[in-house]
């Protein structure tokens, strides 16, 4: 809707439907609607909404917000809100790891709306439709799906650092369970590429030759096996395997370093579950990206539900 005609379409609304008794009823749905609105917009704290609020904004799902306001305004339970929150958080993260568009959502979120609006706020409702979904536009990744993307797909490029950085503070809360301590992060985190995207220097392929540079690829008499291992190894550079949180002092001061240098600075200097992977690694490749990337898929599966 254009803004400009938002006060004529409400006032059309209000005439139409009549869905107050009187003004203060409807000063009433206002305010609450408001507070709902306003932590959409500034999240605060640890609960669902808050978490859902985040990443709507990281992954720029403003089409959702309808939904949620449709939801909430009708004072469902604790769990309804809880489970709602964790389908939707589901539906969009797996959909955004697997490259799949947003152009639909308008389309979607109404269609689970309206049966928000015909009074079935049952825990089921959003699961059951965002589900039902079939076609790339509007399908919920099943987890073989989203294990492929989880393992192969070039995260960084794709989704962008904000995006990666939401992604893996999820799975650094994942990582924690009774056992181990809840650390809540104070600190500005920045991605660390573990193999560092300026790798050629430092990093030797596992054959022991040294790396090209795109510039050196394209040079006379290179050797074609060679090209083909440099390239190969680019392709893992932005996986989410490769994919760490540092602070940015610590960034800075391990960048392209080899992992010789890398590995004990990183763990003697991060408190975060991630960080603890590495501590008995020897060698960082693009198997143990791979390996990497598996250990952390269990995570994710925690942190984005499948579909039923």
């Known amino acids: 809707m254009n803004v400009g005609q938002l006060y004529s379409q409400y006032k059309r609304w209000i005439r139409t439907a009549t869905p107050f008794p009187d003004v203060v009823s409807e000063l009433k749905d206002l305010s609450k609607n408001r507070e709902i609105y306003r932590q959409l917009l500034e999240p605060t704290g640890?609960?669902?909404l808050s978490r859902?609020?985040?990443v709507l904004s990281a992954f720029e799902v403003s089409p959702a917000h309808p939904l949620v306001l449709g939801l909430l305004s009708r004072d469902p339970d604790a769990t309804t809100v809880s489970a709602a929150c964790r389908d939707l958080e589901s539906y969009v993260v797996r959909r955004a790891f697997c490259g799949s568009t947003n152009k639909n959502y308008n389309r979607v979120f109404l269609?689970?709306?309206?049966?928000?609006?015909?009074?079935?706020?049952g825990q089921e409702t959003i699961r059951s439709e965002?589900?039902?979904l079939m076609g790339d536009?509007?399908?919920w990744p099943r987890d073989d799906t989203f294990r492929e993307?989880?393992?192969h797909a070039s995260a960084y490029s794709n989704l962008g650092s904000m995006r990666c950085q939401y992604v893996l503070r999820a799975i650094e809360r994942g990582c924690h369970d009774d056992r181990t301590e809840r650390i809540e992060i104070l600190s500005d985190l920045t991605i660390e590429h573990v193999l560092p995207q300026e790798w050629y220097e430092n990093?030797?392929?596992?054959?022991?030759?040294?790396?090209?540079?795109?510039r050196e690829r394209y040079q006379d008499g290179v050797d074609e096996s060679q090209k083909v291992a440099s390239e190969l190894r680019d392709r893992v550079v932005h996986r989410i395997g490769n994919l760490t949180l540092l602070t940015q002092p610590l960034n800075s001061s391990v960048r392209n370093g080899p992992f010789a240098v890398k590995r004990p600075e990183v763990t003697r200097n991060s408190?975060?579950?991630?960080?603890?992977?590495f501590q008995e690694l020897g060698a960082w490749d693009e198997s143990a990206i791979e390996r990497r990337a598996t250990s952390l898929f269990d995570a994710a599966l925690r942190e984005w539900p499948p579909p039923a």
């Open 111 to 121: 269609s689970v709306l309206s049966r928000i609006v015909r009074g079935e706020i």
């Open 46 to 48: 640890e609960g669902a």
């Open 130 to 132: 965002l589900s039902g």
């Open 271 to 277: 408190a975060l579950a991630l960080n603890r992977y």
């Open 52 to 54: 859902l609020a985040t």
């Open 149 to 151: 993307a989880w393992l």
């Open 137 to 139: 536009s509007t399908l």
């Open 203 to 214: 990093w030797p392929l596992e054959d022991g030759r040294h790396g090209l540079s795109w």
